[in-house]
């Protein structure tokens, strides 16, 4: 069993001549669980040709039988109302151009709401082609004093059933088996109806026959929900348990990132001990082990962030999130789905925006992609935490909670506010007599994830983090590097200067005053200056707009330079050089204050402005993004350190 893809640029990689079997069923079905079996959980994405919709092919392999298997993005109906939903459509229909139609299909359902599948299921079979229906969470259905009489329920639909239950692989082979039969599938005898009426007609009679009773409502699910979806108490539940988890990424991930930023200093200082070149080992201790050091020590709060994700997500409770805030976001005209877009942006803003492609409404799609770079993602993370750890004691705390956690936590707020506001800006901009389109939400029973589920979403995201720091950063890091260290000083140039040669930390501290980095810096303080950065902090905002996480590598170079043995005390010890300033602090109360709220509102991604490109289809709508969020991050930085300094900071 193997796994073809369309790679990126979504050319066709799977084997010519295969069998293309569709996977359709609506979300939170299990489809991707049952894709996953088939492929062996090694498929890739591409996009469909024309067209900025992700498309997961794979294949399955059974003996001699390959099988193209592609799933569909998800949906309730075939009258489609998204971008998401019309491409579904297109694709059965066989009118999307360069994507053919599927020779068979596969109709995935969930046994716990069947009576509600069946009008998709009949909608799928009115297009003629091979069809096969797969039943999950047959399980869960028998667990909920449910029963489904598979053979009966073949029968009186006319095509074949298979249960299966895909988070623990069960009936993959035999669905696997099945496909090799795909000419061979039986059809039904008599269409089932397409008027809505005469369906719903249909349906009673077909579950009727295949002795169907619906699961009990689960006790636990509904008890809870009692609580997590009440107006009141339900927002409490969900701001303490946002509150939590702030504090456990900074309580349990402290030890692991003392370990971490342990074992690269000694790999630093092995570096310089052992490799005699001044330039090679500057290259290579500081700049790369360094720079990429710097951040990756940041990699267990990263990791924890997104195992926490996946856990609220596979328990069902992320789901409740969302319709929690359906009532929020409609009083800034949007809907719960933009929130579930927002949502996805705590671990990028560029999976939010793609996210947006389920909202019915243009000018949703585009309010909430203008908003969703202000959701705080994963990059911002290594930034808070190297600036909330200098301005706040890690022993202060508040009641139960740590000052530092609360601090998190009030970031996060602060984006996500922002973010609705920005989305309720740009859509009154838009649309000002649009009405939010109803919202339809699955809300799945409680369950315990899948430990397997959980860790290959927790393992997705930090790959993606530990690809950046292998590719971007590394290459920040060194050209950074380069600038600190150019342009070279002779030893006579320096004793003119008054530094001692033989001292190489004041020989760094000089260099890197005097060097490129220090120049660019220098050049742009006319705009930084009001908030309180010196050119080593400018130099830091200027690499962050690639990438934020470069931020951390850039001070982490400047303070190696200033005291190699302690870095983080060079940080708190580092005072303004020259100027009206000379001698005092750089990271005061006033300025980290500055920082963090500048680094919420900046948009310093450069792939999201590409995203947001690919997905506009313009040049427009980035340059408005980036500079709109620009001018708030200078405004809202100046206000805050402003109160920070009237407040004694």
């Known amino acids: ?87 579904t459509v297109d694709v059965l229909d066989g009118r999307l151009a360069g994507a053919d139609r599927p020779d068979a299909v596969l109709v995935v359902v969930d046994a716990t709401t069947l009576r509600r599948s069946l009008g998709f299921l009949a909608q799928v079979l009115a297009r003629g082609l091979p069809a096969c229906l797969v039943v999950t969470f047959t399980d869960e259905l028998a667990r909920r004093q449910g029963r489904l009489d598979v053979d009966a329920f073949a029968q009186a639909l006319g095509v074949p059933v298979l249960p299966v239950v895909g988070h623990r692989g069960l009936g993959i082979a035999q669905l696997r088996e099945r496909l090799t039969m795909w000419r061979t599938w039986q059809t039904p005898a008599v269409p089932p109806p397409t008027d809505p009426g ?55 991930a402290a030890p692991l990132q003392g370990w971490v930023e342990s074992l690269f200093a000694r790999l630093s200082g092995q570096v310089h001990v052992h490799v005699t070149s001044p330039w090679l080992s500057g290259l290579l201790g500081d700049a790369l082990i360094g720079g990429v050091g710097g951040v990756l020590v940041f990699v267990p709060q990263i990791v924890l962030l997104f195992l926490l994700l996946a856990l609220l997500e596979g328990v069902g409770y992320l789901a409740r999130a969302a319709f929690l805030m359906d009532r929020v976001m409609a009083r800034f005209g949007l809907e719960g789905r ?65 000052a530092q956690g609360l601090v998190m936590f009030g970031l996060y707020l602060l984006g996500a506010v922002s973010a609705m506001l920005a989305a309720w800006a740009f859509k009154k901009l838009g649309d000002r007599h649009g009405q939010p389109v109803p919202f339809f939400m699955e809300l799945p029973p409680y369950r315990l994830p899948a430990p397997r589920a959980v860790l290959a979403a927790m393992w997705s995201s930090a790959h993606a983090f530990l690809r950046k720091c292998s590719t971007v950063i590394v290459a920040t890091s060194v050209v ?94 580092m005072t303004y050089p020259d100027g009206p300033r000379a001698g005092e602090p750089v990271f005061t109360a006033p300025t980290i204050a500055a920082l963090l709220v500048y680094f919420v509102y900046a948009l310093q991604c450069m792939a999201t402005v590409a995203v947001l490109r690919r997905e506009t289809g313009t040049w427009r709508w980035p340059l408005i993004a980036l500079t709109y969020l620009t001018v708030l991050a200078w405004l809202m930085a100046y206000l805050a350190r402003t109160v920070t300094v009237l407040l004694g900071g």
């Open 338 to 402: 933009a929130f579930v877009a927002l949502l996805s942006s705590f671990a990028c803003a560029i999976p939010g925006i793609l996210a947006t492609r389920t909202l019915p409404s243009a000018k949703d799609r585009l309010a909430t992609m203008m908003a969703a770079p202000l959701m705080t993602c994963s990059a911002r993370l290594p930034v808070y935490v190297l600036l909330i750890g200098l301005l706040v004691d890690p022993s202060l705390e508040f009641g139960p909670f740590g």
């Open 480 to 573: 950074l590097w380069l600038l600190l260290n150019l342009p070279l000083h002779g030893d006579a140039q320096l004793r003119a200067a008054g530094v001692d040669t033989a001292d190489s930390v004041a020989v760094s501290a000089y260099t890197a005053d005097h060097s490129y980095a220090a120049g660019l810096g220098r050049l742009v303080a006319p705009v930084f200056d009001p908030l309180g950065f010196d050119w080593r902090i400018n130099v830091g905002v200027l690499s962050a707009q690639g990438a934020r996480e470069t931020f951390v590598a850039t001070l982490g170079q400047v303070a190696a330079a200033e005291d190699p043995e302690q870095p983080d005390q060079a940080l708190r010890a």
């Open 1 to 87: 069993m193997n796994a073809g893809c369309h790679d990126a640029s979504g050319v066709d990689a799977t084997p010519t001549g295969a069998p293309r079997i569709a996977l359709v069923g609506a979300p939170n079905s299990g489809k991707t669980s049952v894709f996953n079996g088939l492929t062996g959980l090694r498929a890739k994405t591409g996009n469909y040709p024309g067209v900025t919709v992700s498309r997961f092919v794979g294949t399955s392999r059974t003996g001699r039988h390959r099988h193209v298997i592609e799933d569909l993005p998800g949906t309730y109906s075939l009258e489609p109302i998204s971008p998401d939903e019309q491409i």
């Open 198 to 252: 005469e369906q719903d007609a249909w349906a009673e009679s077909v579950l009727a026959f295949a002795g169907y009773r619906p699961p009990e409502r689960h006790r636990v699910t509904r008890r809870v929900d009692a609580v997590l979806l009440h107006p009141v108490w339900g927002t409490a539940v969900f701001f303490a348990v946002m509150m939590l988890f702030f504090q456990t990424v900074f309580t349990v």
